[in-house]
């Protein structure tokens, strides 16, 4: 009997260890289990986020305490990523820089942090709209600062807790004794941190694990269902993956819950504003926005109008998110788009007053943009006020000196008031404004079009007047911007031609068929020059001819002359010699 009852007792055990690991297995599987892969992405929208290069850079600032205590604190950080770090087989490490664009962002804080961060510590994953993302980590110095002991192991324990969550673990782990257990006083990674970690190495970074999210999500919020970040974590889940509906029914309880959630409103308005609902977008960025004036609800409110090209009152809300945070440049930069683009439209309808009062009202908002001033340059030059649109070309240079835009439009202007002086016929002055144009701007082709037509002017006119050196300077100085200008080479052909230099003519005219062979004028003027050297040669040889005939007649004529009087005088030579001896 007592046989029985030993087998019947050693049945009852075995039989309630089995119960007990199937309750186990069932109910809390999560730290019996080598890892908590399946939460890590509980609040990253379901999707793996982690940065894929190495080293991973983090900005460290020093806390603002007595300088004798700041390297404990410094050396809290260090330490929670030499923990990460060593456990992460080579696949991770970290350089710390000085720049505020590091992935990773430490903030020390005495504000109190949001109600679902740990007291100490709160990680923000934020993205660009480029994919990207960076990670803000800030930390509260709830105490006097000190270098106890106790005081910063706590604090490192909360460091590695938000690291681990910077590094891609966006999940909390159900066992107390892992790093990142809610509110964890761990000061070393556990072996399950550890397995984490790798597996969390194997995914890239944004695929997508919507369902281990959901799953884990629900089972959280059936043991606690009044919590408002759980419903916002699964509202945001459900967004990511494109079920609008059933994320507007999640981040709607949350906000029930806590309406001061202002996250819940905010993905809410993006939701709407995705499928076109400003109207609705508006509402809920306005009652997140009433619930506290932040000046990123205030500037989403300006994009949503933006995007309506409701330009006046997306300004106005970007200039109050401005005016209430200085340092909100998305706010600055956005108001002086909206500015940009209401002026442009403004501009292409032809309302130029319109645009110039626009702008000129923006200056007042933003003394110091450049692109203001260059759209008002724009405005005026559209109004052919060239002075006035230099004079703002020239301030928007002035806050920029490398805006190379300004200086290409300071060209354009220059050329058109040299333009403006060829009209007139006051060349002298076009060339002093296009040449001024291509000090601004090289390449100005318009400039050095202009100047050509001007200096070939001048030329055209010194060569009317007689001046053929002041001509043929003006005619060099258009070879010199476009040797491949013809008329500049017929011009000093035809001053060669009438100072009778006919080879330089020549070389002149033909140099400007070689450039174009159609002009008529320059083979003419070959041709002209070749006659008329023909023509001399053939004068000089009817000249020489008629002179060696001259000279030929005048020789025979002398020669005859003298023959004669020779003839003459010696027959009285001979009278004389005959006469004389007669006498004797």
């Not at 981040?251 to 819940?264: C, G, Q, S, V, Y």
């Amino acid at each position: 009997m007592s046989f029985i009852r030993i087998v019947n007792m050693k049945y009852k055990k075995i039989l309630l260890y089995l119960l007990l690991s199937i309750f186990i297995s069932v109910f809390i599987p999560d730290i019996f289990a080598d890892n908590y892969f399946n939460r890590i992405t509980m609040a990253s929208d379901g999707r793996i986020a982690r940065f894929s290069h190495s080293p991973v850079t983090i900005n460290i600032p020093s806390p603002n305490i007595p300088d004798d205590l700041k390297k404990y604190y410094v050396e809290d950080v260090e330490y929670a990523l030499d923990q990460w770090a060593s456990i992460s087989e080579g696949k991770l490490r970290f350089k710390r820089i000085d720049s505020e664009n590091a992935d990773i962002r430490i903030c020390w804080t005495d504000k109190m942090l949001s109600g679902e961060a740990d007291p100490l510590g709160e990680a923000s994953l934020v993205r660009f709209d480029s994919g990207g993302f960076y990670i803000n980590v800030s930390v509260l110095i709830k105490e006097i600062p000190s270098s106890s002991t106790t005081l910063h192991n706590e604090i490192r324990s909360v460091l590695l807790h938000e690291i681990g969550h910077a590094i891609g673990l966006w999940g909390h782990s159900k066992d107390p004794n892992d790093v990142m257990y809610f509110r964890s006083k761990a000061n070393y990674p556990t072996r399950r941190d550890k397995e984490t970690l790798l597996k969390l190495f194997s995914y890239a970074s944004g695929t997508p694990l919507h369902d281990f999210a959901i799953a884990e999500l629900k089972s959280d919020i059936s043991v606690t269902s009044d919590s408002s970040h759980l419903h916002f974590w699964l509202g945001s889940v459900y967004a990511d993956r494109g079920d609008d509906e059933l994320a507007i029914n999640e981040l709607n309880l949350a906000l029930k819950l806590d309406p001061t959630l202002l996250k819940a409103a905010d993905r809410l308005a993006r939701i709407f504003q995705k499928d076109g609902m400003y109207d609705k977008a508006i509402q809920y960025y306005s009652k997140a926005a009433g619930n506290e004036q932040s000046p990123v609800f205030l500037s989403m409110i300006g994009m949503l109008h933006f995007q309506q090209k409701k330009y006046d009152k997306a300004i106005l809300y970007f200039e109050k998110a401005y005016q209430m945070d200085n340092k909100l440049s998305a706010a600055k930069n956005n108001a002086l788009t909206a500015y940009h683009l209401w002026a442009t439209d403004l501009i292409k309808n032809g309302q130029t007053e319109s645009a110039i009062s626009l702008l000129s009202k923006g200056l007042t908002s933003f003394p110091l943009s450049r692109m203001i001033y260059y759209d008002l340059g724009t405005a005026y030059d559209t109004n052919k006020q060239y002075d006035k649109a230099i004079e703002h070309y020239k301030k928007a240079l002035e806050v920029d000196p490398s805006f190379s835009s300004a200086k290409r439009d300071i060209a354009t202007c220059m050329n058109n008031l040299g333009a403006e002086k060829i009209k007139s016929g006051n060349l002298q002055e076009s060339i002093e404004f296009c040449s001024q144009a291509l000090d601004w701007d090289a390449d100005c082709w318009q400039a050095k079009k202009n100047l050509e037509l001007a200096n070939i002017g001048i030329a055209r006119i010194k060569y009317g007047s007689g001046n053929f050196d002041d001509a043929k300077s003006y005619f060099d100085n258009v070879l010199k911007l476009n040797p491949n200008n013809s008329e500049a080479y017929v011009g000093i052909g035809d001053i060669y031609y009438k100072k009778g230099m006919y080879k330089d003519a020549i070389r002149y005219y033909q140099s400007a068929l070689d450039i174009d062979p159609n002009i008529q004028y320059a083979k003419d003027g070959i041709a002209f020059i070749k006659y008329q050297i023909n023509a001399n040669r053939i004068k000089l040889i009817i000249f020489f001819i008629a002179l060696s005939l001259f000279l030929c007649i005048t020789g025979i004529i002398i020669y005859r002359f003298f023959r004669h009087r020779k003839r003459i005088t010696q027959p009285n030579q001979l009278r004389s010699k005959y006469y004389g001896k007669n006498n004797v």
